[in-house]
Every structure is written in structure tokens, then in C-alpha cells.
């Protein structure tokens, strides 16, 4: 499989500050990605969603940007709050792995009220 | 919409047990659910993709005859952890996608605690 298992980066920002993770893909032919929170003791929940065709959309807070070239993939969280500290994913898709999801190390986020 | 459920959330077994893990797709029919173990402060591993009354499609290193996925019905997959062993213990998630669509949504999980 492609997806990773390493143990997570951290990141750590004051409340009221913006966030950026980041996330590198290693299918060239990935066509679709998706960032997912994760909590404590629970199932990824889907975030903001991105295709290969963009290079940038914004949801409620947060802001996904493609580098296709570098194959890169960022989530930027704007005016964070503590109910944003979790881990954060990104999953890459591309229909030539089946159209299955793979899962990147992911990035705990922790904000600091 | 697009909630999918697991049961049971939490399971402590005995070692050479068996354990079976059910994943639903509540409001929505999922032609195809995916299985992920994750271990702690680590990302999730694809075990296996079940397609709905087919066999299912299992990940390099992933042992089929111990990680049984029955996908009978389009809102029910079951993962059963063969003859578990202490080192099975993990957090299994599964996700749901359904017909056409790309996005898969995912379960709350479920914490197995083999002893």
C-alpha cells in the first residue's frame, strides 16, 4: 500500500493564530485529495475536499492549496481555535490505485489558549 | 447525511479468539466500504477494500484468512479478526463511499484490546 506509518509531526499555535499543515503526496496521478480531522478516539471527519484541477478552495475557516507540481497539498485554518486541536490528514486518490484512499502521516495540532 | 456507524466501539478479547467488528452506512448505500487499522499516534493503513457480494481486495502484507471482510448488503460490512493475538490490538476504522461518489466518510472506529 502507499499509506504511511510514521510517527505524527507536531504543531503547536496560539489561539486566534492561523494554521498551516502540510501534506506531500507521492501518486503523480492522484486526482482528487481530502483533509480529514481526526480526535481523540475517533473516525477521520471529512474537512474540505480539492481536485486535481484547482489549485486552491476555501471552505469555513479553512483554505486548501494544491502544488501539483511538487506534489504538495497544504490546509490552512484561519483564526484557530482550541475545538480545532486534533490530528489532521490528508488522503490522496487517483483511479490508477484502484480509487482506494491513502492516508499521509498525518499532524497533531495542538492551540494553546 | 453520511453517517456511518461501527459496533462494537470498544471489545477486550481473549487471545486465540475471534472477533467480529460491524460497519454501517446509515442513511446512504455503500457499494464499497474500505477497512483501516491505525495504531497509536500513527496514520491509518488500508487493510482492504470490500466491494457489496463481492470478494474483498486486500493490501500488500494483509492476511485474508485472518482479516475476514464479508460485505453481504450495501450498508453492511464485517471485519472478523481471526484467532486474535496481542498484537492485533489496534484501532480499526471503516469508511463508506457510495455509488459514484468519491468521497469516503468514515466510522467512529473501534478500539480492540486483545489480552
Known amino acids: 500500500g502507499e499509506s504511511v506509518g510514521l510517527h505524527l509531526p507536531t504543531l503547536s499555535v496560539q489561539e486566534g493564530d492561523n494554521s498551516i499543515i502540510n501534506c506531500a503526496y507521492s501518486?503523480?496521478?492522484?486526482?482528487?485529495f481530502i483533509w480529514y480531522k481526526q480526535e481523540s478516539g475517533k473516525g477521520p471527519q471529512f474537512i474540505i475536499d480539492?481536485?486535481?484541477?484547482?489549485d486552491k478552495r476555501q471552505g469555513q475557516r479553512v483554505t486548501v492549496l494544491l502544488n501539483k507540481t511538487v506534489k504538495h497539498l497544504s490546509l490552512q485554518i484561519a483564526a484557530t481555535q482550541p475545538g480545532d486541536s486534533a490530528v489532521y490528514f490528508c488522503?490522496?486518490?487517483?483511479?490508477?490505485?484502484?480509487?482506494?484512499?491513502?492516508f499521509g502521516t498525518g499532524t497533531s495540532l495542538t492551540v494553546i489558549p | 447525511g453520511a453517517v456511518v456507524s461501527q459496533h462494537p466501539s470498544r471489545v477486550i478479547c481473549k487471545s486465540g479468539t475471534s472477533v467480529k467488528i460491524e460497519c454501517r452506512s446509515l442513511?446512504?448505500?455503500?457499494?464499497?466500504m474500505f477497512w483501516y487499522r491505525q495504531f497509536p499516534k500513527q496514520s491509518l493503513m488500508l487493510m482492504a477494500t470490500?466491494?457489496?457480494?463481492?470478494?474483498?481486495?486486500?493490501e500488500q502484507g494483509v492476511e485474508k484468512d485472518k482479516f475476514l471482510i464479508n460485505h453481504a448488503s450495501l450498508t453492511l460490512s464485517t471485519l472478523t479478526v481471526t484467532s486474535a493475538h496481542p498484537e492485533d490490538s489496534s484501532f480499526y476504522i471503516c469508511?463508506?463511499?457510495?455509488?459514484?461518489?468519491?468521497?469516503?466518510?468514515f466510522g467512529p472506529g473501534t478500539r480492540l484490546l486483545v489480552l
Open positions: 470490500s466491494n457489496e457480494g463481492s470478494k474483498a481486495t486486500y
Open positions: 501518486n503523480s496521478a492522484s486526482d482528487y
Open positions: 488522503a490522496e486518490n487517483a483511479v490508477n490505485t484502484g480509487n482506494q484512499f491513502y
Open positions: 442513511d446512504f448505500q455503500a457499494t464499497t
Open positions: 480539492i481536485r486535481s484541477n484547482m
Open positions: 469508511s463508506a463511499r457510495s455509488t459514484g461518489a468519491e468521497t469516503q466518510y
